[in-house]
């Protein structure tokens, strides 16, 4: 391997770069019309245009990705999260173009990215699952109400193919379930090309904590423990932090176990993240989905433990990593990720398109790392996801990663846009979350103090 293209954008672009210099190996960028400017084009060996703003038209593009790998002389391919991430069917033709995919192997991607399909593997492998449904396909509606009644209200409708808390739905009573479902199902078929959906249970204090996991293809696999990301708006991150506050050690330890398990069943290969939905009060934990990719919050993880999770991935693909020892694997203190966003909190956190007028972050602030995929004077487009930055925080304790942040989010600044700057510090000094009370509601919740603060 010399060549890397990062079939991706932004933040995590210019994150496998650091990664990819360290290993000594080249890199190639790909660029929207829209992000024809951008830091991470800037930032790579080279750079080629796979087509207009939109995504579907140029980062989703599988075949103008692939046509820049070979324009470039690329011979890996590094997905990244989101976009073709896990898209089997890319994977499959980037092997069969003679190039190294930075993955797990197309079979996996398969099994793991339909949700549905996911829990049964996992059911197999002895692994507690949600309660839930069958699949219903687009325009199936065939005993719903008998199989709602089974699941048990108050429920989610969730795409098979979704990620990311796209596609998930809540319903409290019967009456809504018909048009929720009608709706999901039109949503997964525009945004995913599947419209089919499940019904599964809503726990209603819940915590979201997932295993990081590492598969080396042979049955083997390794956990680097757990991240808490219960503060979540729509369903979708806000904070993670490693490691979970309040989790029994007997939880942690099941958890981690039912993660490795899992990746051995399915002879896992790469890095990828088993999800869990963990009951606030009993502890007691359901699988959700797995993850077949480097996350967005997988820099807490190399926080405590001082592991290159990116490294690691180029390194197994490339042969160069065979196997870890599960013993030698440690955690160190605690670590925070706080999302900056271009949103509006005050409107039901509404995208803030528009140009970084002054974007100043606390680059070489302590025990404090900055991930963005952007730079003052840059423009935050409609056309993608309105993250802005990732803030990491390390301490000693989970007190004093906690201030950390609360000190990191204090001395960015950041106009031009809306942000979410001041609502996350309100999150991270509300008495709640200092004393570790976490959950999937916490933001709904609190929302009128933490909007106050």
Not at 9 to 16: D, L, P, W
Not at 134 to 147: I, K
Request: proline content about 5%.
């Amino acid at each position: 391997m010399r060549k890397v293209l990062v079939a991706n954008r932004g933040e995590i672009a210019r994150r496998i770069f650091r990664s990819c210099r360290k290993l000594g190996l080249a890199t190639v960028a790909i660029h929207s019309e829209a992000d024809a400017g951008a830091a991470h084009v800037a930032e790579a060996d080279e750079a080629l245009p796979v087509g207009p703003a939109a995504a579907r038209e140029s980062y989703l593009r599988a075949d103008r990705v692939l046509a820049a790998a070979r324009a470039s002389g690329a011979d890996a391919i590094h997905p990244g999260y989101g976009f073709l991430s896990e898209n089997a069917d890319f994977a499959s033709t980037v092997a069969e173009a003679g190039l190294t995919w930075i993955g797990p192997s197309p079979e996996t991607l398969r099994q793991m990215g339909d949700k549905q399909r996911a829990r049964d593997i996992a059911a197999a492998s002895g692994v507690p699952v949600v309660p839930g449904s069958r699949r219903f396909e687009a325009g199936d509606v065939a005993g719903l109400d008998e199989a709602a009644a089974q699941v048990g209200y108050p429920l989610l409708v969730k795409a098979s193919a979704g990620g990311g808390g796209i596609g998930m739905r809540r319903v409290d009573a019967p009456e809504k379930l018909a048009e929720v479902v009608a709706g999901t199902q039109s949503m997964a078929e525009k945004a995913f090309g599947d419209g089919a959906v499940f019904l599964e249970r809503f726990v209603p204090k819940a915590r979201h904590v997932e295993i990081q996991v590492f598969g080396f293809g042979n049955g083997e696999a390794v956990h680097l423990f757990e991240r808490d990301c219960s503060l979540q708006r729509r369903f979708q991150k806000v904070i993670e932090e490693s490691r979970a506050p309040g989790l029994p050690a007997g939880t942690r330890e099941e958890m981690a176990e039912a993660a490795v398990r899992l990746c051995r069943a399915t002879r896992y290969k790469g890095a990828g993240t088993v999800e869990f939905i963990v009951d606030a009060e009993s502890f007691e934990f359901f699988f959700l989905e797995m993850n077949t990719r480097i996350q967005v919050e997988h820099p807490v993880t190399e926080a405590i433990t001082g592991l290159d999770l990116v490294a690691m991935q180029i390194d197994f693909a490339r042969g160069a990593l065979a196997g870890l020892d599960q013993g030698a694997i440690a955690a160190r203190g605690h670590a925070l990720e706080c999302r900056l966003y271009a949103e509006n909190p005050a409107k039901m956190f509404m995208p803030s398109p528009g140009r970084l007028e002054r974007f100043r972050l606390p680059e070489g602030m302590p025990d404090v790392r900055v991930d963005s995929g952007y730079r003052e004077g840059d423009a935050v487009t409609p056309f993608y996801d309105p993250l802005v930055a990732k803030l990491i925080a390390w301490g000693e304790t989970r007190d004093a990663a906690r201030r950390r942040a609360i000190e990191a989010l204090s001395a960015t600044e950041i106009e031009g846009i809306k942000s979410n700057r001041s609502f996350l510090i309100a999150c991270l000094a509300d008495p709640h979350f200092a004393a570790g009370d976490v959950h999937t509601g916490f933001i709904e919740a609190r929302r009128s103090d933490l909007l106050a603060a």
